[in-house]
């Protein structure tokens, strides 16, 4: 068959399975008609006592006899998400529950009832525990209502929503399809809270900071814009709290971090999203080396108590996190991991730039030595570090905000922490000089002017704070959207935020 052909093909078939889907919404619309003329359709009154994990644990593992002679009583509610002839299966924020439906032991209401039901209805019912045949935990109703009507059908009951765009644009169908989605958010949620309560028990104090701003600061990268009309003028959504957090330790609170969303207006990709999830913390009178033994512990901890094992699978990666992170600095991952001449001299721009276009590296001939060297390290370098390395020693042209390593000015006392190929955390011992930040600041400003976009802007403010004085500091951001993908064995980042952005498009759902 031709090209054309299948597409003709497929095409109908699309057709026909919309068709298909139209008729079955109608139906539930008119049964839904059928009941707003003989009671309030969307009841609100019905007190469900038990859910389905609660009974499972209780109820679970006693036999038949033991649940006869209990005649424990419960009250559930949820959806419908299987039916096999009386039997229907519901399931609630926490897991399933079967349940035993008999019209012959209903009157005639709740029989009339029963056969307005459908798949994705949210019923709720009354009952006695027992057991069946088969050993399954199941709920002998005695009285049942129709709390919500569904007049959208559920995705096929076997293929679940495979549709990876449709799951992310409907996550509240893929939630109710897809146990395995719904335990990524759990364990998501899971993380968070242990994060939480990880810098609580360590002193730190939680903080908010502002989303809108006037100067975009705390990272190099490009922000959306907005306008404060009462203002008038121009304001940015966060690209980093950083900036603010460091006033804080200016103000004398030594220990603050915070879990906030921050807004990039760059693209989309598995591991990009407009707005993302950061952890970031300021430790005052700490080294970027305490840093990275926090990280490492961190990590440690996540993996132990949220997951329950040192040893994590991402994409076909073994970690164990119970091990020390490899540390390298910048120029040790290049050499090791780059096939160059041995008369590269990592710290000449010359030589940077042959080594770059004989690595197939593209370069800007105006860009200082180490730019060139960190866009070295991350179109060659990063993607093939598989193993937790802590890579340090950053060129001080790429850090306008870490503070100079004393021994060597030309780079910064910081790390960053690469995963299965990805960063997953940035941190360095604070600049506090006022003095040099101010000079990093308009080095900033001449690259924006030359037309980098991502350039950081002059923050006035800031470098007033500093000059009353910010004591010696370290500070991190975690992305922690990236973070759930390697707990989770997650691909995408889209598969770990509940509405990821996505362009556009026309579909009817």
Not at 48 to 68: C, F, P, V, W
Not at 205 to 229: C, D, L, S, W, Y
Request: with cysteine; glycine share 6%; net charge negative.
């Amino acid at each position: 068959m031709s090209a054309t052909g299948r597409t003709m093909t497929d095409t109908g078939q699309t057709n026909q399975a919309l068709n298909d889907k139209n008729k079955l919404i109608t139906q539930r619309r008119d049964k839904l008609h059928q009941i707003r003329k003989q009671r309030e359709a969307f009841p609100n009154d019905f007190n469900r006592a038990n859910h389905s994990e609660q009974i499972h644990l209780e109820y679970g593992t006693k036999d038949a006899h033991e649940l006869q002679s209990l005649a424990h009583r419960v009250s559930v509610a949820g959806r419908i998400v299987r039916t096999r002839g009386p039997f229907i299966v519901v399931q609630d924020g926490f897991g399933q529950l079967q349940l035993y439906m008999n019209n012959k032991s209903f009157d005639e209401k709740q029989a009339a009832e029963l056969k307005v039901l459908d798949l994705g209805d949210i019923v709720g019912a009354n009952g006695e525990l027992f057991k069946t045949q088969k050993g399954e935990l199941t709920v002998r109703v005695s009285e049942f209502r129709l709390l919500t009507k569904a007049l959208r059908p559920l995705p096929d009951k076997h293929k679940g929503l495979s549709d990876t765009e449709t799951r992310y644009r409907q996550r509240y169908v893929d939630l109710i399809a897809n146990n395995a989605s719904r335990q990524i958010f759990i364990t998501r949620s899971k993380i968070v809270r242990f994060i939480r309560d990880y810098f609580h028990d360590r002193g730190f104090m939680e903080v908010e900071t502002p989303m809108m701003q006037v100067i975009p600061g705390g990272a190099t990268a490009r922000p959306f814009i907005t306008h404060h009309n009462a203002l008038d003028q121009d304001m940015y959504l966060r690209v980093a709290p950083e900036l603010f957090l460091k006033r804080l330790i200016v103000g004398g609170y030594e220990k603050v971090f915070e879990l906030n969303r921050n807004f990039r207006n760059e693209g989309l990709s598995t591991r990009h999203n407009p707005e993302f999830t950061m952890l970031e913390f300021y430790w005052a009178y700490a080294r970027y080396e305490d840093l990275m033994d926090l990280t490492e512990d961190l990590f440690r901890g996540i993996a132990n108590e949220v997951l329950g094992s040192f040893s994590v699978n991402y994409q076909g990666l073994d970690f164990d996190f119970s091990k020390p992170f490899a540390r390298l600095t910048v120029k040790e991952a290049v050499h090791a991991h780059c096939e160059l001449d041995p008369s590269v001299n990592l710290d000449d721009a010359k030589s940077l730039m042959l080594a770059a276009e004989r690595l197939g590296v593209s370069f800007d001939e105006n860009w200082p030595k180490g730019k060139l060297l960190m866009e070295i390290f991350e179109q060659q370098v990063e993607e093939l570090l598989e193993q937790p390395t802590f890579i340090t020693e950053y060129p001080t042209e790429v850090s306008p905000l870490a503070r100079r390593n004393e021994k060597n000015p030309e780079v910064t006392d910081r790390f960053e922490l690469i995963v299965g190929g990805r960063e997953l955390a940035n941190g360095f011992s604070e600049l506090n000089d006022p003095e040099d930040q101010a000079e990093r600041f308009q080095a900033q400003v001449e690259q924006k002017d030359a037309g980098d976009r991502e350039a950081m802007h002059f923050d006035e403010d800031y470098v007033t704070a500093l000059e009353y004085g910010m004591p010696p500091t370290a500070g991190e951001g975690i992305g922690i959207d990236r973070l759930i993908m390697l707990f989770t064995n997650s691909p995408s980042i889209k598969d770990v935020l509940l509405f990821p952005h996505m362009r556009p498009r026309q579909d009817e759902y």
